[in-house]
């Protein structure tokens, strides 16, 4: 009997170094741990496969850097899997050659994810990454020539020293290699890190200016022909009618159940979430032995789900079927939010306006019991 969970992610934990403003679970090198790493992904896959439907929507390769995971045990992980309409793997363009190129999609990769972050040398070093500008096309160009025809290009404002002309350099550059999606993120830094000790005074000049650096980013991206179809996703409109969007992370933003392998991974099935440790080596001695990896499980209410499903709804650029949700709509901030021209609710339907999209998580927060 197979399940119905059709979104699988691996988390593939393994950095060169860890970037100053990064709080994903990584790992630094440990070269010598890919391979049992990767054994025991595949077993835990083995011992949660009967969640899964026979086809997937969509697998995602998250990290962590997942081409640095050595290129024979990152090929082997891949074969391993199984296929699904849309296989995304995550890569930092250094680390991208014309070998790698080849291999991620013979073993049936369909998607690359770039982090270029931004092409402004100055920039680079301010997030401490390694790729540089050149990096970034020439993986591109790699890509190419290995047959991708759907790249991802990720992009952050917000960066320490960044002006207005910076950011509009860096969408220029990235437009000018022509992906099929761009992923265009405001900089998170989490207090209390290096990064933030660093950087807190600019940081907080910056806070000032991301209202602008976000309508700069929609306004250039969607005058370029992409549809805005997430807060911070934009996706080429296809002349051949292909749905250039992120399956897996739509399968996030619809509420759809998804499964997650590998160390700090998320899954949410039916009215349960649960997150493995992250912790490398009690997730290598647990599956060694067979077992599942330490887990924190959360149970979720009805209501949690509801309130869960709206606000990444509502994200999106489609209106929400409201159904069962209204339960979790505040009459009275909805109200407020229509006479602000922020939002619309068609009865059966709920969307934000396109001013409301610009102000986000406010409106939807303002919106929610």
Not at 36 to 49: G, K, N, P, T
Not at 277 to 305: N, V
């Amino acid at each position: 009997m197979t399940g119905e969970v059709r979104h699988l992610y691996i988390h593939l934990p393994f950095c060169a170094h860890r970037c100053g403003y990064c709080d994903f679970v990584t790992v630094v090198r440990r070269g010598g741990q890919h391979s049992a790493y990767v054994d025991a992904l595949l077993q835990e896959l083995e011992l949660e496969r009967a969640a899964l439907a026979d086809g997937l929507d969509s697998v995602f390769l998250g990290g962590g850097t997942p081409t640095f995971t050595s290129l024979p045990d990152l090929v082997r992980l891949l074969d391993g899997l199984p296929a699904a309409s849309e296989v995304t793997i995550e890569a930092n363009p250094e680390t991208v050659t014309a070998g790698v190129a080849r291999a991620l999609r013979q073993t049936g990769a369909t998607r690359v994810s770039l982090g270029a972050q931004t092409f402004r040398p100055e920039l680079l070093r301010v997030l401490e990454r390694v790729a540089r500008p050149d990096d970034v096309r020439r993986a591109v160009h790699h890509l190419r020539d290995a047959g991708f025809d759907n790249i991802s290009l990720d992009l952050i404002y917000g960066i320490p020293g960044q002006s207005a002309s910076d950011l509009e350099a860096d969408l220029g550059d990235a437009l000018a290699l022509e992906p099929e999606h761009l992923s265009c993120y405001e900089l998170e830094a989490k207090p209390g890190t290096r990064f933030t000790h660093a950087w807190g005074a600019e940081l907080a000049r910056q806070a000032d200016a991301m209202e602008d650096y976000f309508e700069r980013v929609v306004e250039r991206l969607t005058g370029a022909g992409y549809r805005w179809y997430e807060t911070a996703n934009f996706c080429r409109v296809d002349a051949d009618g292909r749905d250039l969007r992120s399956r897996h992370n739509l399968g996030y933003w619809l509420g759809t159940d998804y499964l997650g392998l590998g160390i700090g991974a998320v899954s949410t099935i039916e009215n349960r979430r649960w997150r493995n440790a992250p912790q490398l080596g009690r997730y290598l001695e647990a599956l060694g032995e067979g077992k599942l990896p330490e887990r924190e499980l959360e149970e979720l209410d009805a209501d949690t789900r509801a309130r869960e499903r709206l606000m990444l709804g509502l994200r999106l650029d489609e209106p929400l079927r409201i159904g069962r949700l209204r339960s979790a709509v505040d009459a009275e901030g909805l109200a407020r939010a229509e006479r602000l021209g922020l939002a619309v609710d068609g009865g059966e339907t709920l969307a934000l306006t396109r001013r409301g999209r610009f102000l986000g998580g406010g409106v939807t927060a303002d919106i929610l019991v």
